[in-house]
């Protein structure tokens, strides 16, 4: 079991070569993959990001919003853990406090690709960082 966040599910969709196949392993080895629902919006603007900056096409980001679609990523809601979110909003983005507080509550590694995260020191679970978009 495993929560993965915005930033490491990019990868899973669209990167190509070893950045790619090592979180895809990853994610297919867990089994029971988990998200808040939160997870939705971000996708939807990462990658439509990614293709108004010109690292994707059109074509790329419907493929990868219907390989999402197809995904087992059983979404939580986090409001249950508001006092959680709160206490870690001091050191990470209140949406970066909702994958942490999630796997916390799971008791579950997060699966991520921005280092930030486990550098804050702020996560109480393990936090496993994959082609770090911020080094």
Same mark, same amino acid.
């Given at each position: 079991?495993?929560?993965?966040?915005?930033?490491?599910?990019v990868l899973v969709l669209t990167a190509h070569g070893s950045d790619g196949e090592l979180v895809r392993s990853r994610v297919a080895a867990a089994?029971?993959?988990? *998200?808040?629902?939160?997870?939705?919006? !971000?996708?939807? +603007?990462? @990658?439509?990001?990614?293709?108004?900056?010109?690292?994707?096409? =059109? $074509? !790329?980001? =419907? $493929?990868? %919003?219907? *390989?999402?679609?197809?995904?087992?990523?059983?979404?939580? !809601?986090? @409001?249950? &853990?508001?006092? $959680? %979110?709160?206490? @870690?909003?001091?050191?990470?983005s209140a949406y970066d406090s909702q994958y942490v507080a999630l796997a916390e509550?799971?008791?579950?590694?997060?699966?991520? +690709?921005?280092? $930030?995260?486990?550098?804050?020191?702020? *996560?109480?679970? !393990? %936090? =496993?960082? &994959? *082609? +770090?978009?911020?080094?």
């Amino acid at each position: 079991m495993i929560v993965i966040d915005c930033s490491a599910l990019v990868l899973v969709l669209t990167a190509h070569g070893s950045d790619g196949e090592l979180v895809r392993s990853r994610v297919a080895a867990a089994g029971d993959v988990y *998200a808040p629902t939160l997870l939705d919006y !971000e996708i939807q +603007s990462a @990658l439509l990001g990614m293709q108004r900056g010109g690292k994707l096409t =059109e $074509r !790329e980001v =419907e $493929r990868a %919003v219907l *390989a999402y679609r197809m995904l087992p990523i059983d979404k939580r !809601e986090t @409001l249950p &853990f508001w006092d $959680r %979110v709160k206490q @870690l909003h001091a050191n990470l983005s209140a949406y970066d406090s909702q994958y942490v507080a999630l796997a916390e509550a799971l008791g579950v590694p997060l699966i991520t +690709s921005d280092a $930030r995260i486990k550098r804050s020191g702020a *996560a109480k679970c !393990e %936090v =496993e960082v &994959f *082609a +770090s978009i911020r080094p």
